[in-house]
């Protein structure tokens, strides 16, 4: 029988198929892409995601970079920021990006990843600065890793061994009168607490004193990503806890963003607000404040642009996008006008010299002075009042068929 050798015949049921043809061994091509980024092959997520940012910010067609160019970027972070993705890549090469091994599922299924731990979850916290911005953060992480002095068996040979009483199966079966029946139950062993093997302590492994497992401290170097917020996660392979058999899982840091004092952010838009006097309403105004990144930005507002609690806006001076950091969001700055407390009568007359107020009136009649008061107050204002209840038409009695019944005479 003869057999194409472009095709791949592993016994598992799939023939030669249209667009099934890889490159094997020397002649796979798998170093294009990281040189796009200009990482190692060996490179973190971190280090290729860092890389993409730094040249997707030099590169973006908006800065006068080759679109193309920005696309062949985009492609090789695409690819190498996901693990199965970069599996393919790494096996087979120009060929997984050319689509010419997707069609053979038995290459998919070869290039899986192995079963692993659970993946941890934790949340790191931070300030709105470092998501504007972006940051290199180290961290320690502690956990768990197989002892490296038993490998992992808890102790020496011979450690860990059946249990001779439910014959490793962590159950025993007990006879129960139930009536005038008898019958079998299933119940936990008592010797070896359900499971199904029992511990010779003179043969204990002494670092990990039996855990299998011992503690350890690893450190890793994240990067915040510019425009991150709050739900958005940052992924540490191989960080979780180890297992015998298994593959270290992710720690995943879930990013929770502490409250700043001066901007509130919504999505990729800030608001702040800004003070201004009566005299700067009407006058108009130049007033600066400090950015996120540490810059000095100046507003300015006309004679009588602005009322009281007034909303203007900075378009592009809001949070980065994510994953597109050429790209902003707004910034809202809302006006609080800061009346004056009191006035002398010179700045009265002045006052009313310009906008034409009469002098006040008093007519002969009584007249009441306002007072100030907590708006809080309103419907409150009586100490000790109760309400009476409302009487609505359900707290009559009605029949079956929902209708309300006459009283008889």
């Known amino acids: 029988m003869f057999f194409h050798p472009f095709f791949d015949f592993d016994g598992s049921g799939y023939g030669p198929q249209a667009g099934s043809y890889y490159q094997r061994g020397e002649d796979v091509n798998n170093s294009r892409l990281y040189e796009v980024l200009g990482v190692p092959r060996n490179a973190t997520d971190a280090q290729i995601r860092k890389a993409y940012l730094v040249k997707a910010k030099q590169m973006h067609p908006d800065k006068g970079g080759n679109p193309v160019e920005f696309q062949s970027l985009s492609t090789a972070y695409d690819i190498l920021s996901d693990a199965e993705k970069r599996a393919m890549y790494d096996q087979y090469g120009e060929s997984y990006i050319n689509g010419t091994v997707a069609a053979d599922p038995s290459i998919v299924r070869r290039a899986r990843v192995p079963k692993k731990t659970k993946d941890i979850r934790k949340k790191i916290v931070c300030s709105l600065e470092d998501l504007y ?30 249990c001779q009483y439910c014959n490793g199966k962590g159950v025993t079966y007990v006879e129960v009168n139930d009536f005038l029946f008898q019958r079998q139950m299933k119940v936990e062993c008592q010797y070896c607490h359900g499971r199904g093997v029992k511990f010779n302590q003179a043969l204990q492994c002494p670092v990990c004193r039996g855990e299998r497992l011992v503690q350890e401290y690893k450190n890793a170097d994240i990067y915040l990503e510019r425009g991150m ?22 720690v995943l840091l879930v990013v929770q963003e502490r409250d700043h004092n001066v901007f509130e952010r919504n999505g990729p838009d800030l608001r702040m607000h800004m003070t201004i006097t009566v005299g700067e309403m009407l006058c108009g105004f130049v007033k600066s404040f400090q950015h996120l990144d540490g810059r000095t930005v100046f507003v300015r ?29 707004s910034l809202f700055i809302v006006f609080d006008v800061e009346y004056p407390r009191n006035l002398t009568n010179e700045q009265l007359q002045a006052l009313r010299s310009v906008f034409n107020v009469p002098l006040p009136v008093v007519p002969e009649t009584d007249v009441a002075d306002l007072k100030p008061v907590n708006p809080e107050e309103y419907g409150k204002s009586v100490p000790g009042y109760v309400p009476k209840k409302e009487v609505y038409e359900e707290d009559e009695p009605q029949n079956d068929m929902g209708y309300t019944e006459c009283p008889f005479q």
């Open 301 to 329: 507002c006309g004679p009588c642009e602005v009322r009281p609690n007034a909303v203007k806006i900075l378009r592009g001076e809001g949070m980065p996008l994510e994953g597109d950091i050429m790209k902003r969001g």
């Open 133 to 162: 911005n972006g940051k290199n953060v180290k961290m320690r992480i502690t956990h768990k890793v197989v002892c490296k002095q038993c490998k992992g068996d808890g102790g020496k040979p011979g450690y860990m061994y059946p």
């Open 229 to 250: 917020g709050t739900g958005s996660v940052i992924r540490i392979h191989e960080a979780a806890d180890e297992a015998p058999g298994l593959a270290s899982g992710d």
